[in-house]
């Protein structure tokens, strides 16, 4: 682990930490789908999202993975009227009820989830490492990788280079596609490009907020893994995200997956597992 002599670097987790990490990467969606409004104003039904509670509700279209809510009763008991809020907001568009809710949400919700029919169908590890001066970062063993933020003109070489790691089936490609080149220019989110020679070969995101950095969008060609990218894209956006006066970075990943392990081999801790409900 990468710990100091002097402070350690385990997080003590609690309903007031898991209020910071879902606000987090409850305000980066919203400001996602406030992307996808200025790049896609045409579209039908439209890119939205409302704040119910302590609630962030999302609609990225029918299939998107970003239609979901994040932070349910992180504020104390959720009202029935604050559910059927909810509900009538994806009900309108035709949508499926999907709500990520941590297990230090207030108690009631799980009573409140079962009443009304939610079955729980994905887990996601949230995970958490302090970060700051005082403790040691993960540091980049390739000297040939080069690690720089996107500039304003390269959203699209952005975007290329993250749907190349991500997927050869082009059924999937315009969909990545769009999601990186949105996230990559999401309100509050800096994207980083790795590279070897001046090319591309990876990319990465770090979205800032209440001294929090959510790192994501993490992706690298196939021609050029193993090679170190991501741990170098690793290491900037730590150092980046501590210059911004942040204190924590946070992760998400599916339990026991290789995100998961990587994150834990460079100080990361699983901070809880969060379920995601959907209505039957």
């Known amino acids: 682990m990468f710990e100091s002599n002097e402070v350690s670097n385990v997080v003590l987790v609690d309903s007031v930490l898991s209020s910071r990490l879902e606000q987090t990467e409850g305000l980066a969606s919203a400001r996602f789908i406030e992307a996808r409004q200025r ?3 045409d579209a039908t039904p439209a890119p939205a999202w409302i704040e119910v509670g302590s609630a962030f509700v999302m609609f990225d279209g029918v299939n998107s993975p970003l239609t979901q ?3 349910l009763g992180m504020r104390g008991v959720v009202t029935a009227s604050e559910f059927e809020q909810i509900e009538t907001f994806f009900h309108e568009r035709n949508a499926p009820v999907f709500l990520e809710v941590s297990p230090l949400a207030s108690p009631e919700t799980l009573t409140l989830l079962n009443e009304r029919g939610y079955q ?4 996601t590890s949230v995970l958490c490492r302090r970060i700051g001066w005082q403790f040691s970062l993960p540091k980049s063993q390739s000297s040939a990788i080069l690690v720089r933020k996107m500039e304003a003109t390269e959203s699209e070489l952005f975007a290329q ?3 190349s790691g991500w997927t050869d089936d082009p059924q999937f490609r315009e969909m990545i596609l769009g999601f990186a080149h949105t996230f990559s220019t999401t309100q509050g989110t800096t994207a980083m490009i790795a590279e070897i020679d001046g090319k591309p070969i990876a990319t990465g995101l770090a979205f800032l907020d209440d001294k929090v950095a959510l790192l994501a969008g993490a992706s690298t060609i196939p021609s050029a893994r193993n090679q170190g990218a991501q741990f170098a894209l690793l290491e900037a956006r730590l150092q980046y995200a501590i210059e911004q006066g942040c204190d ?7 339990p026991g997956s290789p995100s998961q392990r990587n994150a834990q ?3 990361f801790q699983i ?10």
Do not use: D, H, I, Q
């Open 161 to 163: 280079t993250s749907a």
């Open 39 to 41: 790049l896609s104003p």
């Open 69 to 71: 809510s994040f932070g």
């Open 265 to 267: 081999r460079n100080g």
């Open 271 to 280: 901070a809880y597992t969060r379920t995601k409900w959907k209505r039957g």
């Open 120 to 123: 729980p169908v994905e887990y």
């Open 248 to 254: 924590l970075a946070m992760m998400c990943a599916l």
